[in-house]
């Protein structure tokens, strides 16, 4: 038997040639961003229970207060306010650019499960 990332172990029949590989899960990934489901599902699996209450308070603010509260910034802090927003806006449109692949791929490889050649 070997050892693979997920910390459980495996047996060889998963590396038989022309077998599709398991995927390669970065042990250097951050929570935030895209996580495939193979990496979610092992998250899960290893998760230790915890409180729900620990989840972190919501801010109140409406839309409108926090319009206003960016007109009272300082020049400087709105700009490093304006550079997070487009840097967040740039990361969840690459989280959902590889989503949407994932999803895309998925959908082929049941297209040819369900579809097998002559």
Known sequence: QQWYQRRVPITAGEYV????????????????????PEQVELLD???VAEDVAEEEPKDGMTPEDKRLAVMAMPKKRKILYNKMVYSNKKKASAVNKLKRKREELDETRENKKAAPES
Not at 19 to 30: A, E, G, I, R, Y
Request: proline share 17%; net charge positive; hydrophobic share 25%.
């Open 17 to 36: 040639a022309g077998c599709l590989l398991p995927p390669h899960l970065s042990p250097f990934v951050n929570s935030e961003g895209y996580q495939p």
């Open 45 to 47: 699996r290893n998760k």
